[in-house]
């Protein structure tokens, strides 16, 4: 089992596997995924920012919108734990990121991410694993 951010499951979605192979390696080693539940509305606001852009076609961004919601992903609700270590994470990450920081260690699990600034701002602040595919 592993947490998986929005970065790295927009990078999953979106690009040729060829071009992310140990990243697509890792998220099919995978038993199961889990996420906070605001990964749901962070995955749909990169895909509207990615088609502006004229990063992706549209018609990516529908493929992959819909790839993401038949994807098996345990989504979970903030408690006040998580909350709690959100916070204490304040100075080094955003709610946001730290979110998932915080759900990874509930699990005891790694956190999988594409942002190189969310592994390094956190290395040695978290008690566990968060691997860049960077």
Known sequence: MLVIDASAMVEALTSDPADIPDLISRLRGAEWMSAPFLIDYEV???????????????????????????????????????????WELRKNASAYDASYVALAETLGVPLITTERRLAEGLKGLASIDIESYA
């Not at 990169?46 to 992903?73: P, Q, Y």
């Open 44 to 86: 749909h606001n990169v895909l509207r920012k990615m088609t502006f852009r004229g990063d992706i076609s549209e018609e990516l961004a529908e493929e992959s919108r819909h790839a993401f919601r038949n994807l098996r992903i345990s989504r979970h609700a903030m408690t006040e734990d998580m909350a709690n270590r959100v």
